[in-house]
């Protein structure tokens, strides 16, 4: 079955520590897209790509990097920069087929980050 | 700015009853699509339904349809016959931009969570 893999489920960061959220998918989507979910709140968006080795900033991107090597996958790096890392992080995928861009995101079951 | 606005932090409904859930959104485009997921506990995003601003048609998709207000910038999602299993937390979310500046990013609101009552 075709879908968005994300991994680990859960994470532990320590101070000063960088970590790597995998995200990949098996979809033949163009796009990717990286969010983070705060308790009780909606998703913000830190990093999108619309195709490979291109990527652009979302509202949140900072203490964040990402790469874009292969179609399949978008991993995301939370980085010691980013103070405040613990939140539950989703990525999500999309078919680019028109303009119109009716095409829903799919989304991973998303990634558990907490700080040691 | 684009905005979703979701003024329901949470809903209760019994089962088998019908219930919606309120969307306004704000935005300057001409062009733009709305939809809904739903969240459960376990916290995957659930593609439920769309709406294009240009359909004339509200859009429906099985127990879920969406009150398609332009006017009033409202997009309600309504799901009828309620079960248990629809207990899970609901966004709205709108589309950025269109024909060759669309991004496919998405603005999401708040979120409603919705508890079934057996």
């Known amino acids: 079955d075709g879908g968005i893999t994300q991994s680990p489920k859960y994470l532990f960061r320590k101070e000063g520590q960088n970590v790597t959220l995998s995200c990949e998918q098996n979809l033949n989507h163009d796009a990717m897209y990286w969010y983070r979910q705060d308790p009780g709140q909606g998703l913000r968006l830190i990093y999108y790509s619309q195709i490979v080795n291109d990527f652009q900033k979302g509202d949140i991107a900072e203490g964040y990097s990402v790469s874009r090597e292969k179609k399949e996958s978008f991993p995301l790096t939370v980085t010691s920069a980013q103070k405040n890392p613990t939140a539950f992080y989703l990525c999500?995928?999309?078919?680019?087929?028109?303009?119109?861009?009716?095409?829903?995101?799919?989304f991973g079951d998303g990634t558990r980050l907490s700080i040691l | 700015a684009q905005k979703i606005t979701q003024t329901q932090p949470g809903m209760f409904v019994q089962e088998k009853e019908a219930v919606t859930l309120d969307c306004t959104y704000d935005t300057s485009d001409q062009s733009y699509g709305l939809f809904w997921y739903k969240q459960p506990s376990s916290g995957e995003m659930i593609f439920l339904i769309y709406?294009?601003?240009?359909?004339?048609q509200n859009a429906t998709e099985g127990r879920y349809s969406l009150n398609f207000q332009k006017a009033r910038k409202s997009a309600n999602l309504v799901i009828s016959a309620s079960q248990l299993g629809d207990s899970a937390m609901y966004f709205c979310?709108?589309?950025?931009?269109?024909?060759?500046?669309?991004?496919?990013?998405?603005?999401f609101g708040q979120g409603t969570t919705l508890q079934v009552k057996p």
């Open positions: 999500a995928s999309r078919k680019e087929l028109n303009w119109e861009g009716n095409q829903p995101q799919h």
């Open positions: 979310a709108m589309r950025e931009g269109h024909g060759s500046s669309n991004t496919g990013k998405l603005i």
């Open positions: 709406q294009g601003s240009y359909d004339e």
